[in-house]
């Protein structure tokens, strides 16, 4: 009741949130949001991160050779192929070669301490190959050379790429420093099959029905 009017009166009601938050909840709620979509953020990242193959993050120049040994140096590790038509670019270079060992092992000085050895390869349907000057015991290596019915010693060979060996007549050859045996020679010899003289049996026997048959005739006739 009011001292001024004497009677009682109903003092306003204190307003209330109803479901709502003051500024400073509602800037911490976002806050909280905020931060927790910019952590869900970068976690998907690094997962997309993590799942991508080892190729996406490699140049196609900059593989890892599977086979490079241990204790290579720098080196170009290339085909036979690029050897056939190189140019001056690998003259006196070190490169590295994968091939097979074709031909005959030829003797390049009198006592025999090295050896001429001719690698192979086949690139698409076109064989290449390439003349390697290796010691005698480096030769000793190879159990097979490739031919018919056979398949050779592959080789792994390190060495010094000569476009014009001034020391073998100007020859296209590699010096070998180290060879390694990447897989030993096989031999497949051809197999005896009966099948392949079944069509030639069938007709020989068709030639002595119709000689039978004409003789037959023929002495009928007299």
């Not at 209330?16 to 003051?22: L, N, Q, S």
């Not at 006592?111 to 349907?125: A, F, I, K, M, P």
Request: contains cysteine.
């Amino acid at each position: 009741m009011s001292a001024l009017t004497g009677g009682w009166k109903r003092s306003a009601a204190a307003p209330k949130c109803d479901g709502c938050v003051c500024g400073n909840h509602a800037r911490g709620r976002w806050l909280v949001r905020s931060l927790a979509a910019a952590v869900a953020g970068a976690m998907l990242a690094i997962a997309c991160l993590v799942a991508l193959p080892s190729s996406a993050w490699a140049a196609d120049d900059n593989l890892v050779n599977p086979q490079q040994r241990p204790d290579s140096s720098f080196i170009y590790d290339t085909e036979i192929s690029a050897l056939s038509s190189a140019d001056t670019y690998y003259d006196g270079q070190t490169v590295q070669v994968v091939g097979e060992a074709v031909g005959d092992i030829i003797n390049v000085e009198i006592d025999g301490s090295y050896r001429w050895v001719n690698l192979s390869s086949e690139e698409q349907g076109v064989v290449y190959s390439v003349a390697v000057h290796m010691t005698d015991n480096a030769a000793d290596r190879i159990d097979t050379l490739g031919g018919y019915s056979t398949v050779g010693t592959t080789l792994q060979v390190r060495g010094t790429f000569h476009l014009v060996c001034p020391d073998h007549d100007g020859v296209t050859d590699i010096h070998a420093d180290v060879v390694s045996v990447v897989d030993p020679g096989t031999q497949h010899p051809d197999e005896f099959s009966w099948e392949g003289f079944i069509p030639g049996a069938i007709a020989v026997a068709i030639g002595f029905v119709l000689m039978f048959v004409f003789y037959r005739l023929r002495e009928r006739q007299r």
